[in-house]
């Protein structure tokens, strides 16, 4: 890069950062702020700014979309349920697939016993479904950090008949990647199906957050 193509990058850079750049970090520091001080919903702004004409709009957020549930419960996309792996489940390789799933029917909004977990997904990966899993223990018994490891490096789990010394392992550096950050992260998101035990109906819950235990 020569001093003309630096002065000609730098000569469109500067203008924007002292006039339309400044303006947007000043009003989201505007709304960090209310979002501190946990302002209500009506006290927050959506600005629509155009320094050229000039315009300047302000409108009242709306409140996040409803998502229907079972038995007329409902969530919106920011509802979470958090489930917290215990220290026993840690020492003992990580939390089941099996208590996770207790965990869940435990916290959710629904009764325990009115509900069984039909699906369980970790991004474009399906780690749980009940007409396939239900009762195979060689999934319910495994870590979930194993399972989605295994999810990452294999698609899904859709074939158990082969057994983990049977089948070979080999990783892309993609998944390589998405496999360290995952061990990076203190916590990880499922997308959860729940099936009604008397219609059949099924209901998606709020996203249930599994946080990993971790040693002071």
């Given amino acids: 890069v020569d001093a003309m193509e630096t002065r000609r990058v730098a000569g469109r850079i500067v203008p ?86 207790r965990q869940i029917k435990k916290k959710s909004p629904l009764e325990e016993d009115e509900i069984e977990v039909s699906s369980i997904s970790y991004g474009p990966y399906m780690l749980y479904a009940n007409f396939l899993h239900e009762d195979d223990d060689s999934v319910l018994d495994k870590p979930v950090i194993q399972l989605v490891i295994d999810a990452i490096s294999s698609g899904d789990i859709e074939d158990e008949d082969e057994s983990e010394d049977e089948r070979e392992v080999s990783y892309t550096e993609a998944q390589l990647i998405e496999i360290e950050t995952l061990k990076r992260r203190a916590f990880v998101d499922f997308t959860v199906l729940v099936e009604d035990n008397d219609s059949g109906e099924e209901a998606e819950l709020p996203n249930i957050r599994l946080s990993w235990y971790k040693e002071d």
């Fill in 16 to 101: 924007a950062m002292i006039t339309t750049t400044a303006f947007v970090s000043a009003l989201s520091c505007i709304e960090l702020v209310k979002l501190t001080q946990r302002s209500q919903l009506h006290l927050h702004r959506n600005a629509f700014v155009n320094l050229a004409l000039p315009f300047f709009a302000f409108t009242s957020p709306l409140p996040a979309e409803e998502v229907s549930g079972l038995h007329g419960t409902s969530h919106n996309i920011w509802d979470k349920i958090v489930v917290k792996e215990s220290q026993k489940s840690h020492s003992k390789g990580g939390i089941t697939l099996r208590r996770l799933m």
